[in-house]
Nanobody
């Protein structure tokens, strides 16, 4: 059974940092897979935050470029999102996402709240 298990969300003050983790089933953790983080703020549509393309390049939404970093560890099958200089507008549920061999997988989501 394919699983994506996220962790690392929480409450943080503006200007703070968090690291999100997503442990991905080995069967779909491939350098040829698209791996990404999405987020959904209350009352808004889900949006792409950062991704690894199938060619291994990193992409970022304009709103997070320079503050967030997507990375992955092939020894532990873990996808990360390092978030710095967090702002209230970064609040939302963050989802891990994988596309591989025509199938799409989502994690359960982890809440990030940026507030003083």
């Amino acid at each position: 059974q394919v699983q994506l298990v996220e962790s690392g969300g929480g409450l943080v003050q503006p200007g703070g940092s968090l690291r999100l983790s997503c442990v991905v089933s080995q069967s779909i953790f491939s350098r040829h897979a698209v791996m990404a983080w999405y987020r959904q703020a209350p009352g808004k549509e889900r949006e792409l935050v950062a991704s690894f393309t199938s060619g291994g390049s990193r992409t970022y939404a304009d709103s997070v470029r320079g503050r967030f970093t997507i990375s992955r560890d092939t020894t532990t099958n873990t996808l990360y999102l390092i978030m710095n200089s967090l702002q209230p507008e970064d609040t939302g549920v963050y989802y891990c996402h994988v596309q591989y061999r025509g199938s799409v997988y989502w994690g359960q989501g982890t809440q990030v709240t940026v507030s003083s």
